[in-house]
Structures are given as structure tokens and as C-alpha cells.
């Protein structure tokens, strides 16, 4: 979940709560119908699928030992039951349409359209997009840090906070890659991935605003001050992963860790008078009304754009912004060290 890749999308998740599980569409009695003769017959209609000749290791029933279903199948990890209920929902979304009834999520989800097997087309450009936004991002302050700011006789940055930022800049890029992934298929693994990196990238998050809130320099204090929250995460991310998928706790840490950071931005940028701080403002204010696509959801539109797919867009121009603030953070405080120095 920027995320984690954002924090604001956290704090919608905890006003807005839904069921991964039970949803109105896999409780209708048509649809289960469906599936069930589907798991044996392995047909919807006139659409027949190879996934239900093969076992669950991509062996088929009734064919030799050597025979094996396509590896780039197999990778995807689309069997008799993931076809079976994707072409049932889809043949029961048709039908509720012509008696002009809404779309309802199954299984947790709203009706997707596949796109060449990929089970949300546009939370995965949008998360890719992001991604490439970070990797710019994270370049450019690369190349300010490095090629255009003056660096001290060591070779090192003046400015105080550039290996956290370069933390924060390769956090991001994997969340924002896992997204695409999940997206692209939700499986335990895709889910787990997906959620590991959106609580890390989170909890440096608030390490990293609380480290430039209070300013803290000195490494010793770094470590004091970083050393429970690791603790922490590590800890919640090895519950969730080895022990449960508790997604009621998860999202409690994340809205803690979430608002803590938010607060923390919001505040600094206020007391600090930092020339750049109604970048930080912007991205405060422009999160918020992101939030709003969470809270409001809808059904996707035509089959592929639904209010978390529009989430994912808003967070371009904003981590966008957010990087330019970061560039603007280096060199106002490359700046003043210089003064000091003189």
C-alpha cells in the first residue's frame, strides 16, 4: 500500500474501511453458481480455459508427465480458479448492466478489465509513472548534490541530510516497483512485497521528518533517535510476513506512523521559515484532497480507472513537487553552512 508510498492514503484507509473477503458480488448465488460449474466443467459459456487441465503445480490430469502448462502462465499464476472468477464476473457484470444495475466488488475488488493478464491496467502505468518520477527525483538531487553544489575537500556534501535522502529516494523506487507488481497480480507474495516495502518506506519517512524537524546532526543522536523505530518496523514487517497478515493492525501502524510524520512536516514548515515551505504546504494540502478519491470510492470506469487508479495519478505531480522541495532543502542549507564557514 507510496504507498506508504503516500501518507495520506493511510490516513483515508482508516476512515474507510473495507472487507478483502466478503463482498456482495462473490456472495451472489449466480455467481458462485458460475463458479462452481466452471471449476468443473472449466468453461464459462463458450469460453473454455487450458488452467483447469492442469494441477495446481502446472501438471496436466490427463496428459503425459513431461507435458507442462507455459512457464510465463504458470508465472503469473493464473489457474482454474483465478479464470474461472474473472470470466464469471464478468458474464455477471454484464447481465446486471442490461438490468441497468450497478458494478459490485468481488472479492474484495472492484470488476477489472484484464489487460494482456494484468489485473489493474492503470494502477500499474500509474505506479510506474511514479516510479520514474522517484528515479528522476532522486537522480537530480544526485547531480545538484555532487556536480553543481560546492563539496567540501573530502568530497563530501555539505548538506547534512544527503545519505537519509538517498535512503528515502531507493525506499521509494521499491515501493513504487512492488505497487506495479501487485497490481499486475495480487497473490500472497505480490501482497506481502507490496506492503513490506509501503511499511518501510513509511516508517524511514517519519525517521527522516523527525531528523530535519529537530535538526538532529550528530550521528549518535541519529542512532538513538532511529534505533526504536527500526526496531519496530522490522518487527511489525516480520509479524506480518512470517506470522499474520493482520490487516486491521497494519493499517493502525501506518496511520500512526502517517500522521505522526504529516504533523511533523506540517509544523516544521510553519516554525522553520524555510524559503521552500509552501512546497511542503502543497504537498500537505494536495495529499489531503487525494485522500477524498479513498474515502469516495467508485467503481472503475469502463473496466479500468477506478478511484484508486486516479490516487496513484495525483501523486505524480506531488512526489514531483515533494523532490523539488528536497533539491530546494540542499541548497538553502548547503547555503548557509557555506556563510558560516566564511
Known sequence: MSRCRSIFLLIALFSFVISLHASAGDADPVYRSCVAQCEESGCVGDKCFQHCKFSTDGKPFDSPLHMQEPLYLRWKQWDCQSDCRYHCMLSREEERNKIGQSPIKYHGKWPF??????????????????????????????????????????????YEYTGLWHIYGLLSMNSWFWSAVFHSRDV??????????????????????????????????????????????????????????????????????????????????????????????????????????????????????????????????????????????????TAALLKKTK
Open 188 to 333: 500472497e507474495l505480490t501482497e506481502k512485497l507490496d506492503y513490506s516495502s509501503a511499511v518501510a518506506l513509511l516508517g524511514f519517512s517519519l525517521i527522516l521528518a523527525l531528523m530535519r524537524a529537530f535538526n538532529v546532526r550528530d550521528e549518535a543522536a541519529r542512532v538513538m533517535v532511529s534505533a526504536p523505530l527500526i526496531a519496530f518496523v522490522t518487527t511489525h514487517i516480520l509479524y506480518l510476513n512470517f506470522y499474520k497478515l493482520d490487516y486491521g493492525l497494519n493499517m493502525k501502524v501506518c496511520v500512526v506512523m502517517a500522521i505522526a510524520q504529516l504533523i511533523t512536516w506540517a509544523v516544521w514548515a510553519g516554525a522553520s521559515g524555510h524559503p521552500s515551505r509552501w512546497k511542503v504546504w502543497t504537498v500537505v494540502v494536495g495529499g489531503g484532497l487525494a485522500m477524498l478519491l479513498e474515502v469516495y470510492d467508485f467503481p472503475p470506469y469502463k473496466g479500468l480507472v477506478d478511484a484508486h487508479a486516479l490516487w496513484h495519478a495525483s501523486t505524480i505531480p506531488l512526489s514531483f513537487l515533494w523532490w523539488s522541495f528536497i533539491r530546494d532543502d540542499a541548497e538553502y542549507r
Open 113 to 158: 478489465q484484464r489487460i494482456y493478464g494484468i489485473q489493474e491496467p492503470a494502477s500499474v502505468a500509474f505506479s510506474a509513472l511514479n516510479l520514474a518520477v522517484q528515479f528522476h527525483g532522486w537522480v537530480s538531487f544526485f547531480i545538484l548534490l555532487y556536480y553543481k553544489l560546492p563539496l567540501k575537500p573530502n568530497k563530501g556534501t555539505f
